[in-house]
């Protein structure tokens, strides 16, 4: 059958934790370059159809795109290691450890935030023409974007900073969901469809990803937003990451390990 039944996904999950602890540096490195900069080319894709049709809805339809390509191509975003490498933890698999974990992580959110980076460079310059120029359209979004959700939140004051965790806990319900729609089906249709509907959520409803962000923030202070590097750690990168860790390790990662793995009924034959 094309579809897996939950015990055998779950399965591969903790597999796919556990052959993230084990890869090398130079690897996870470069696979989590590619899929920061790739869902960053998502998220302009993404931006530039809402501006240019004026319907936000058009863009989250849109966006899954990128999603869908870093995955089938092997690549890894932080929101994805934050939910699979603990499952191989938890499942006392040989040598995962808790501070190589850590390490996975640390590596993975470099390689994101310098993938993210380079295209957030890229486009404004594009945006711009050298930076000679006002931004065009799409840049004055982009730059309003990162004030919006910066001191958007900030003016709230700590309600205002636990709002952005919730929203992030939020999102990576649903992007840790694409991850596992993914290992669901063994076609290529049938993973690209159960990744899709999660990802059109979660940006449809503006929740935060942390890497979207790491390209969203650095390109709106490149062209012209009323923020500083400061406000987008504080105000946004800080407690997205870790709603994004929390949320998506315990609604998707926990919950579908506990039920699934460690107290799914065990079928005799006799």
């Known amino acids: ?13 903790v597999d796919a934790g556990e052959s993230k602890i084990y890869m090398a540096t130079r690897d996870a490195l470069i696979r989590s370059y590619m899929a920061g900069a790739i869902l960053a080319l998502a998220a302009v894709f993404a931006v530039t ?3 240019q049709t004026g319907s936000p809805l058009i863009g989250a339809i849109l966006f899954p795109v990128g999603f869908c390509m870093l995955y089938l191509l092997g690549f890894d975003l932080l929101t994805g290691v934050f939910v699979l490498t603990p499952l191989a933890w938890l499942d006392k698999r040989p040598g995962v450890t808790i501070s190589a974990i850590l390490k996975n992580w640390g590596v993975v959110f470099t390689g994101n935030f310098l993938g993210a980076l380079t295209v957030a460079f890229m486009m404004a310059f594009v945006f711009t023409y050298g930076f000679t120029t006002a931004p065009s359209d ?9 004030e919006a959700r910066t001191l958007g939140y900030a003016k709230y004051g700590l309600m205002g900073w636990f709002t952005i965790f919730f929203r992030g806990m939020l999102c990576n319900w649903m992007v840790s969901t694409g991850v596992v729609g993914a290992m669901i089906s063994t076609t290529v249709s049938g993973k690209v469809i ?5 990802i059109m959520l979660f940006f449809a409803m503006t929740f935060e990803h942390s890497v979207v962000n790491m390209f969203l923030f650095p390109s709106g202070l490149m062209m012209g937003g009323k923020f500083s590097i400061l406000d987008y750690f504080i105000w946004n990168e800080i407690p997205v990451v870790l709603g994004n860790l929390v ?14 793995i460690k107290t799914a009924p065990k079928r005799s034959f006799k």
């Open 138 to 146: 799409v840049g004055l979004k982009l730059g309003g974007i990162g």
């Open 247 to 260: 949320g998506g390790l315990s609604f998707t990662g926990l919950t579908l390990y506990s039920t699934h």
């Open 49 to 51: 159809a809402t501006v």
């Open 194 to 198: 159960a990744m899709w509907m999660p």
């Open 1 to 13: 059958m094309s579809y897996l039944l939950p015990s055998e996904f779950v399965t591969k999950m």
